[in-house]
């Protein structure tokens, strides 16, 4: 972007002032533009229900770093952020776990190619490769990182209460979705603890039983929604005592559509 700072020259002045006048502001709104874009600056952002796209310069700032402190009014998946242009940098940390990230190499490319149902406190870095606002091309937002957890990387301590009647843990509401968790888990009532849902291949969780109603449901005949496969006789289930540990890990599951099933790893049982 230039202004020819020779313009106008001779008897075409007043003929074309009008013109060179309307020539510079343009050319000095894209320089404002522009140094507006090299700020950093950090958004707030609630996702309604059925949203599905966030738009920069409506709903995201237009500048180079943002920072977006991320929610939604329930389950959500982001599919595409529009307007961006080539070089952006937006940092996502979510403020709870109503929303999915979307795997698209044509939107947001993620790494390992699988959907990320983001926890409360997960952070999420994305560059905007090939974007240009000029001629209406959103580019590619690439995954630059990830941290998972709520401050505490890759490893985490939960406290989890079981409701009357309830059977499954959440991943991304109940418990976390960060590579290795503790869990110290206690029930209003006696209750089976049948599946823990939205797990991803590779995470282990150690289950510490922290009173007596806990009874881990053993289902060796599925290796899907989440089940328990534990290291005992087929239809043998675990009632854990108070300060019973078991550790599963789970195996098949990619964090989004698929849950995969929990193989136990090890128990100790307090005596």
Avoid at 116 to 121: D, E, F, H, M, N
Wanted: with cysteine; net charge negative.
């Amino acid at each position: 972007m230039t202004i020819d700072a020779t313009s106008p020259l001779g008897t075409a002045l007043v003929s074309s002032l009008d013109d060179y006048i309307r020539e510079d502001r343009a050319q000095i709104n894209l320089l404002w533009a522009a140094i507006t874009a090299a700020n950093s600056t950090e958004t707030t952002h609630v996702m309604g229900l059925g949203e599905f796209a966030m738009a920069v310069g409506t709903d995201l700032e237009d500048v180079i770093l943002e920072a977006i402190a991320l929610t939604a009014a329930g389950a959500v998946d982001l599919m595409q952020i529009t307007g961006g242009s080539g070089g952006m940098i937006k940092v996502i940390k979510a403020g709870d776990g109503n929303v999915t990230v979307k795997h698209n190499t044509s939107y947001i490319a993620l790494d390992g190619a699988t959907d990320l149902t983001l926890a409360s406190g997960n952070i999420l870095g994305l560059i905007n490769i090939g974007g240009d606002p000029d001629t209406s091309v959103n580019g590619v937002w690439y995954e630059l990182f990830r941290a998972t957890g709520s401050g505490s990387g890759n490893a985490t301590y939960t406290a989890v209460n079981m409701a009357a009647g309830q059977t499954a843990l959440v991943t991304g509401t109940d418990i976390n979705n960060v590579r290795i968790e503790v869990i110290g888990l206690t029930a209003d009532a006696a209750v089976n603890l049948t599946t823990m849902t939205l797990g991803e291949a590779g995470c282990i969780k150690h289950i510490i039983a922290l009173d007596d109603d806990i009874t881990v449901i053993n289902n060796t005949a599925s290796t899907s929604g989440g089940t328990f496969y534990l290291n005992a006789p087929t239809g043998v289930n675990l009632a854990m005592s108070t300060r019973d540990v078991l550790s599963v890990t789970n195996i098949g599951g990619d964090g989004s559509l698929v849950h995969g099933y929990w193989l136990e790893l090890n128990r100790k049982l307090q005596v």
